[in-house]
């Protein structure tokens, strides 16, 4: 079973992930579930019903399908198929910045430690790192750099912005 980092612990997950072919006959009737975005669309309103749903994307879901049902969404999740497939992180920011998504925002697929501190910058807080990769290890990656001078999808200002907050 893959690593869980969240909120830069190592957790356990609870979330069941049904794959892309899903259907509502597949949904559990308890416990929280992520479902595809297909069927999020296909059975929506059963969904929010049932509650304890999440919805996970492809780099080639528009997150934009998204906006008007993230409020009542605990977690979204984005799926990293292989590590140079950026189509995530833009997602991911996409989904802090521009729609205030405020759950959790989990990253999945090919993540490991390398990745995990530009994901982090761009609003993810969860990590499922890929078989193999020792959580603990990765832990330190959140560590390394202690200042961004770009903004990020929590401190949008950019360092030389900060620096002359504080200077006057």
């Known amino acids: 079973m893959a690593a869980l980092i969240r909120q830069r612990r190592v957790a356990t997950d609870s979330w069941q992930r049904l794959d892309a072919g899903a259907t509502a ?5 308890a416990g929280p579930v992520i479902v595809p975005l297909a069927l999020w669309h ?7 019903e049932r509650g304890g749903i999440g919805v996970w994307l492809e780099p080639s879901d528009d997150p934009a399908t998204l906006a008007d049902d993230l409020a009542s969404l605990p977690l979204v999740e984005v799926r990293f198929p292989k590590f140079s497939d950026g189509r995530g992180y833009s997602i991911g920011w996409l ?19 390398d990745a995990l501190l530009g994901l982090e910058r761009c609003g993810f807080d ?15 990656a959140f560590g390394e750099l202690t200042e961004a001078y770009q903004g990020t999808a929590t401190e949008p200002r950019p360092l030389f912005r900060r620096r002359l907050a504080t200077a006057g």
């Open 25 to 29: 006959a597949d949904v559990p009737g």
């Open 42 to 48: 296909e059975r929506r309103d059963a969904l929010v």
């Open 95 to 113: 989904l802090r910045s521009r729609y205030a998504f405020a759950g959790e925002l989990r990253a999945t697929g090919d993540v490991g430690r």
């Open 126 to 140: 969860a990590f499922v790192l890929r078989e193999g990769e020792d959580p603990e290890r990765a832990l330190a």
